[in-house]
């Protein structure tokens, strides 16, 4: 059966440090895709970044990357040169092989510091 | 930029009754997705529907639920007789193919049972 675990249920930075935000997953499917929301206190959805289970480099997209060591079941993301704004709550997702079925994770709430 | 919307934004319904939740994905999406968020807790998938049909459904998604595209534009939602533990967040989610494309979300319902 497929998982995703956030193991930090809060993490704190400051401002403009970069940030690590842990994800595992776990799997029997050989191709998966894992995604990276974000939800505001105001609580819609945004997608982050993109990692497919065949892709060779890390996703990144402007200040979000994503660190996928396949071999370990992991997809971090890290958010470089934190904002203000960048408190919320961040979920990890993975999809199953056809993409047709989706799990996330319990979510991880980010508070950035002035 | 086309967005998903979701009507109405919050509902609240007497415990028994039946309550339709509506959606009009991006319109040139193909592939639509139910979610639910109890408060406080992670999102969990519900359904995923193409080309008319469902796709693939999870535990949650019983006899209580279904789901239609009764014309062009909408997705709906129905849960048949509503129980107390339904309350919920439902997020309505498109793609423009299912493989390695974001879901782009609503901005939910917000769905009170009494």
């Known amino acids: 059966a497929q998982k995703i675990t956030q193991t930090q249920p809060g993490m704190f930075v400051q401002e403009k440090e970069a940030v690590t935000l842990d994800c595992t997953y776990d799997?029997?499917?050989?191709?998966?895709?894992l995604f990276w929301y974000k939800q505001p206190s105001s609580g819609e959805m945004i997608f982050l970044i993109y990692?497919?289970?065949?892709?060779?480099q890390n996703a990144t997209e402007g200040r979000y990357s994503l660190n996928f060591q396949k071999a370990r079941k992991s997809a971090n993301l890290v958010i470089s040169a934190s904002q203000l704004g960048d408190s919320a709550m961040y979920f990890c997702?993975?999809?199953?092989?056809?993409?047709?079925?989706?799990?996330f994770g319990s979510g991880t709430k980010l508070n950035v510091k002035p | 930029e086309p967005e998903v919307t979701q009507t109405p934004s919050h509902q609240v319904t007497q415990m028994g009754q039946e309550v339709i939740l509506r959606c009009v994905p991006i319109?040139?999406?193909?592939?639509f997705y139910w979610y639910r968020q109890i408060l406080g807790q992670k999102v969990e998938f519900l359904v995923s529907?193409?080309?008319?049909?469902?796709?693939?459904k999870s535990e949650i998604f019983d006899d209580q639920f279904s789901v239609e595209r009764p014309d062009g534009s909408n997705f709906t939602l129905k849960i048949r007789s509503t129980k107390l533990e339904d309350s919920a967040m439902y997020f309505c989610?498109?793609?423009?193919?299912?493989?390695?494309?974001?879901?782009?979300f609503g901005d939910g319902t917000r769905l009170s049972i009494l």
């Open positions: 989610a498109s793609s423009e193919v299912a493989r390695e494309q974001p879901q782009h």
């Open positions: 799997t029997s499917d050989q191709s998966y895709g």
């Open positions: 990692q497919g289970s065949y892709d060779e």
């Open positions: 997702a993975m999809s199953a092989y056809n993409f047709n079925k989706f799990y």
């Open positions: 319109s040139n999406h193909l592939y």
């Open positions: 529907f193409y080309n008319n049909e469902i796709s693939e």
